[in-house]
Nanobody, 113 residues
C-alpha cells in the first residue's frame, strides 16, 4: 500500500496545521477495516505514537497532544487526517502516518517560538 502525506510546514507557536495521508493501491474495504495512526520523530529521538484511530472510530492520543490534536478518517477517500491546534515548538518533528502495514514518506512540521 502506498501512502502519500501532505500538509506539513512551518508555523509559529499557537497556530494550526492539518496533515493528510491518502492510501493508494488498496481498496476502501481494506482501509475501512484497518487501524490508522500518526507517529512523529524529532531529531535525536525515537519515533513515538501521536494518535491512533481504530476501525470503530475509537481514538487514542499521546498525553502531550491531548486536547490539541484530533485524528480523523474518511474511509471513502482512503484518507486519515491529523488536525493540530495550538502547536508548540516541542511538536517540531517529522510526522508519519501508518496504516495497512505501511508507512508514509514523512512530512516535516516545524513550530517556531
Amino acid at each position: 500500500v502506498q501512502l502519500v502525506e501532505s500538509g506539513g510546514g512551518w508555523v509559529q507557536a499557537g497556530e494550526s496545521l492539518t496533515l493528510s495521508c491518502a492510501a493508494a493501491s488498496t481498496t476502501i474495504t481494506i482501509v475501512s477495516r484497518t487501524a490508522k495512526a500518526w507517529y512523529r520523530q524529532a531529531p535525536g529521538k525515537q519515533r513515538e505514537l501521536v494518535a491512533s484511530i481504530n476501525r470503530y472510530g475509537t481514538t487514542n492520543y499521546a498525553d502531550s497532544v491531548k486536547g490539541r490534536f484530533t485524528i480523523s478518517r474518511d474511509n471513502a477517500k482512503k484518507t486519515v487526517y491529523l488536525q493540530m491546534n495550538s502547536l508548540k515548538p516541542e511538536d517540531t518533528a517529522v510526522y508519519y502516518c501508518h496504516l495497512c502495514g505501511s508507512w508514509g514518506q514523512g512530512t516535516q512540521v516545524t513550530v517556531s517560538s
